[in-house]
């Protein structure tokens, strides 16, 4: 989180713009509102801002992003917050939007612990709500959760330095972070269920090659029988293989790898149209069905739609065209440039 980026929240808080997810398209929306005069409070489910770019893949380089030949998801968000912060937004994070009742103009949003009174709303929710997959069949499989032993995503990849880290998955994230962690931990194993793996095949072509340098050692087809260890330290791991032949490997962290299930949203109770989990919009304004309900990045979808960063970061300029129509109707509206503008001092 940027210094002085969060202000402190408030159970009642009144705004312009209520910002539904964190992540980069919520994030961007507070530039592009502020830069037209907008408050705005931005709320998630998660602890920390930056939706997938941060609870998925924080150490990993983006390399598309205009601007950035490379840059890290976790320092993207960075940068993001740093750009929303001369708007001084309101976060509230770790709380769900659990409720939206209202008509334009007049919208109240409910948290667990927050009201929040908004003119409009943008949903920024990305792939939903999502929680990780998590193994089957496992005993006591919260208690190594507990102790750090069992990871769903990784956060800090030098926290895992000297491990020996199994990977459990066969697609993208769990072969792009057995590429990434041979360098850092004592060994890697990859376990998957399947002979054949779902990554891009450039990265199993990698992969490979570390298999055959002796840093990375592949067990397939086989899935996790059972953990082993004290107090949640995991020590080893039972693994079974198609026929059932179990084999056990010595090893301090599990990473599960097996996707994320996006729990579905609360927005059809809202009366927001919503096909496959994705919300139906104009995409020459960014509004849904809803008068006064906007959404934009990956969870705003219309013909050749691209589910990318950067689509995002467009939507949300569009997005604060259509609100200060909804906002200030008799104002009209004129593309400011930033460099003739400039914005508040932090
Ligand atoms: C491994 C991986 C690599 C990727 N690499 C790239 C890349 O190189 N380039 C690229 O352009 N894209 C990449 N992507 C895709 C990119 O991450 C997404 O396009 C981007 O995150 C979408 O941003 P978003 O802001 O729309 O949604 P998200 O990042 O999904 O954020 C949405 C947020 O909304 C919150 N939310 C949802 N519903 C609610 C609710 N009811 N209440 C409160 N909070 C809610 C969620 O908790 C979440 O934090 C990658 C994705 C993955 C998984």
Not at 117 to 122: D, Y
Not at 232 to 259: P, Q, R
Request: hydrophobic share 45%; with cysteine.
């Amino acid at each position: 989180m940027v210094k002085g980026s969060v202000r402190p929240v408030m159970t009642d808080i009144t705004t312009d713009i209520a910002i539904i997810g964190a992540g980069p398209a919520g994030l961007f929306m507070v530039f592009e509102a502020g830069f037209l005069g907008y408050s705005s409070t931005v709320i998630d489910a998660l602890p920390q801002a930056g939706g997938q770019l941060s609870a998925l893949y924080p150490d990993k380089p983006i390399y598309d992003i205009p601007g950035y030949p490379k840059i890290l998801a976790g320092d993207l968000v960075a940068k993001l917050q740093g750009q929303a912060a001369p708007y001084k937004p309101t976060y509230v994070l770790g709380e769900p939007v659990l409720t939206l009742t209202g008509v334009a103009g007049d919208l109240t949003l409910k948290t667990e612990n927050h009201t929040i009174q908004a003119k409009a709303v943008v949903i920024a929710g990305g792939g939903g709500m999502f929680t990780p997959r998590k193994p089957v069949g496992l005993d006591n499989l919260e208690n190594f959760e507990d102790a750090g032993s069992v990871l769903y995503a990784i956060t800090h990849k030098e926290a895992l330095r000297g491990h020996t880290v199994v990977l459990a998955g066969g697609g993208d994230s769990a072969v792009d972070w057995a590429v990434e962690l041979a360098g850092i931990a004592a060994h890697v194993h990859v376990v998957h269920r399947r002979a054949d793996f779902r990554a891009a095949p450039e990265t199993v072509r990698q992969m490979m090659a570390l298999v055959d340098t002796g840093k990375i050692t592949l067990h397939t087809p086989a899935q996790l029988k059972a953990l082993h260890g004290d107090d949640g330290a995991l020590a080893s791991l039972t693994l079974a293989d198609v026929d059932g032949a179990e084999t056990e490997i010595v090893a301090s962290k599990l990473i599960c790898c097996f996707g994320i299930a996006p729990q579905k949203g609360p927005f059809a109770a809202w009366g927001v149209t919503e096909e496959k989990g994705k919300l139906p919009v104009d995409p020459s304004t960014m509004m849904t069905n809803v008068p006064g309900i906007l959404a934009i990045g990956d969870i705003a979808d219309y013909g050749h739609k691209l589910h990318l960063i950067l689509q995002g970061f467009a939507e949300a300029a569009v997005a604060a065209k259509t609100l200060q129509a909804l906002i200030d109707p008799d104002k009209k509206f004129k593309v400011q440039y930033s460099t003739s503008k400039g914005v508040p001092e932090v």
